[in-house]
């Protein structure tokens, strides 16, 4: 009976906070997701977070989990790269507040960024800028 009561209870958590099952797959590190870029022809998209960053947990609660968003990432290839763990990566791409999002070419040069908290419709147009085709 506890075994239920434990599985409704995550099922209830899930239906209120649909953004704890991700639909975008995040590449871990960046040279793999430049690699991926140059075989695929799509632009990478970094997420520089930190963990407490109370605006980067936004962007995963609210607008990385919009459904429309989530499709336009499919023409990315997407890192996240907490700058914690990673400051020199940061500081390489400039990193001067969080979340910052960056978009590259396929040989790691910055062509675009956004930064702070981005409503979902906001990110979509900003993605809708850098898409391939």
Not at 54 to 60: E, L, R, V
Not at 79 to 91: E, H, M, Q, S, T
């Amino acid at each position: 009976m506890a075994g239920v009561c434990v599985a409704l209870v995550a099922i209830g958590f899930l239906a209120r906070h649909p953004w704890r099952i991700s639909q975008i797959k995040w590449a871990g590190d960046l040279n793999a997701a430049l690699v991926e870029s140059r075989l695929t022809n799509h632009p990478v998209l970094i997420d520089f977070y930190s963990p407490g960053c109370a605006p980067c947990n936004q962007m995963d609660s609210e607008t990385f989990s919009d459904s429309e968003v989530a499709q336009m990432m499919k023409l990315f290839v997407p890192v996240k790269i907490n700058i914690d763990k990673y400051p020199a990566l940061a500081n390489h791409y400039k990193v001067s507040a969080i979340p910052q999002i960056s978009i590259l070419n396929s040989n790691g040069s910055q062509v675009g960024e956004a930064l702070g908290f981005q409503l979902p419709r906001d990110f979509a147009g900003f993605l809708s800028r850098f898409k391939s085709s």
